[in-house]
């Protein structure tokens, strides 16, 4: 039975900037036209999801089993995938398994483990909650405290690596109004939200140095960089302790010197005294939308807002807000979700962990549950993954003068890189107008540059598949 089908069109036509259409094949095929982005949702904490697009049925009949294996078999065995190759291509509409090989073979996913995290994100918060920084009162006359919410977007002043996020010198003004002539003579840090480790096991001893991601934290700026710009090509220095950081950045807007660590003391009961009682709150500003975090996570790769965006799940399932926590209630959520959650064994939110692993069946069966309809808020992870040839991780892959440009447009997938790990996972449209869901896992590949370049021959066939 064919199934509604909400991001039918957005994966393989929708540009991630502007959403617009961008000429091509794809206009020949489906005979497109300019699409204007959806308003994004309000700002409440239990929004009713927004569709992408209207549901559309699939075009066509389901693939020949027998033609698409065919079609993959010489490009899976290709050498330059490397010695373990784990695959599963569905088709959408019809949920038939098109093509495995050891799907359900539990493979290191790298950043494809970004898929999960916003699935059950998503499902757990819904694509219109907000993270909330606030200032309270300290215990002490002249005290404040900074409190971190889990945003870890913030901006500092105008320039911000991500667009319409909260910024420090905004809740500045507001502590100040409030305060009036009340002179603030030191700033204290309150990082209690996340709790445990700040580095994940398996990850690398030179991953923070490197900028690859920061110590984990529920308070920072700009994902703990030190300045807010995002290099594709290599890595952000990022600050040694986010959160002083940032609280830093913060008293200077109070023209103070004196920041610290601390927390925030329980609210006093208002007294007629002229000083405002401990615990007051001063000031809070809030993150853009949920759904938005998760398209910039999904668009950059960024592992710092992933594992932000995983401790959500932890903390909306009432556990504590570790890499534990957030990986038991990971599972749990895709077991809600009808997934097969014992096929994913989680060390972080992120995919930067080597020890995590997961099955390309896990990845696909989630891709198609979002792409189906039928759990609505799922759906919005589209608005994020790279579309071939056009944004984000994908942006020059797929494109001239590579024998894969045929995809350019209409691939829409997470990829995944580590030492010896290159993945990628996503949905696309064929020439026949089915929609499908791949995962491709490869490890043991003597180089990433020829690894990437065979994934991306897999993910092309499949477009141009007459199967």
């Known amino acids: 039975m064919v199934s509604g089908f909400v991001v039918l ?10 959403l617009v259409v961008r000429p091509g094949p794809v206009d020949g095929w489906l005979g ?10 309000p700002a409440t904490p239990d929004p009713s999801p927004t569709p992408v697009l209207v549901a559309a049925e699939a075009q066509g009949t389901t693939p020949d089993t027998a033609a698409v294996k065919a079609a993959l078999d010489p490009l899976v065995g290709a050498n330059a995938l490397g010695s373990k190759v784990n695959v599963q291509v569905m088709d959408v509409a019809s949920s038939t398994v098109l093509y495995e090989k050891n799907a359900d073979g539990m493979i290191t996913p790298a950043s494809t483990t970004k898929v999960l995290t916003a699935a059950t994100a998503l499902a757990a918060r819904g694509p219109a909650y907000r993270f909330e920084t606030k200032v309270v009162a300290g215990a002490n006359p002249g005290e404040i ?9 913030l901006g500092v002043g105008k320039k911000t690596l991500f667009p319409g996020a909260a910024r420090l010198d905004l809740l500045a003004a507001q502590v100040k109004k409030k305060l009036g002539g009340t002179e603030v003579t030191k700033v204290l840090v309150d990082t209690s939200l996340f709790t445990g480790p700040e580095t994940a096991t398996g990850w690398g001893s030179g991953d923070i140095g490197a900028g690859q991601v920061a110590r ?3 308070l ?11 290099n594709e090509r290599g890595g952000d220095p990022r600050f040694a302790n986010p959160a002083i950081s940032a609280g830093k950045a913060f008293a200077k807007f109070l023209d103070v010197t004196s920041v610290s660590k601390g927390s925030a003391p329980e609210q006093a009961e208002a007294s007629a005294a002229p000083a405002i009682a401990p615990g007051t709150e001063l000031g809070k500003v809030q993150s853009p939308p949920l759904v938005q975090v998760v398209e910039w996570m999904l668009q950059m790769s960024d592992n710092v807002l992933a594992e932000a965006i995983g401790r959500q799940v932890a903390l909306a ?19 809600e979700l009808g997934l097969p959650s014992e096929e994913a064994l989680l060390y972080d939110a992120s995919g930067l962990s080597d020890r995590n692993a997961i099955s390309p069946a896990l990845l696909v069966q989630t891709l198609a549950l979002a792409a189906g309809g ?5 759906s919005n992870m589209f608005n994020g993954l790279p579309v071939a040839g056009w944004s984000g991780t994908l942006r020059t892959r797929f494109v001239t003068p590579s024998p894969n440009q045929s995809a350019q447009g209409i691939v829409r997938a997470k990829t995944g890189t580590l030492s010896g790990v290159n993945t990628l996972a996503g949905v696309l449209i064929t020439k026949d107008g089915r929609v499908l869901a791949f995962a491709i896992m490869a490890k043991g590949g003597p180089s990433a540059i020829a690894a990437r370049a065979a994934l991306d021959r897999v993910a092309a066939r499949l477009v141009a598949c007459g199967c």
């Open 9 to 18: 069109i957005v994966v393989a036509l929708v540009a991630a900037i502007g």
């Open 32 to 41: 497109a036209s300019a699409t204007t982005a959806p308003t994004l949702p």
């Open 145 to 153: 405290v900074l409190v971190g919410g889990g945003d870890v977007t």
């Open 216 to 218: 984990v934290q529920s």
């Open 220 to 230: 920072m700026t700009n994902g703990g960089r030190v300045d807010p710009v995002h």
């Open 317 to 335: 399932a009432g556990k504590e807000a570790s890499f534990e926590g957030t990986a038991d209630a990971m599972g749990d959520k895709l077991t």
């Open 374 to 378: 039928q759990q609505s808020a799922l």
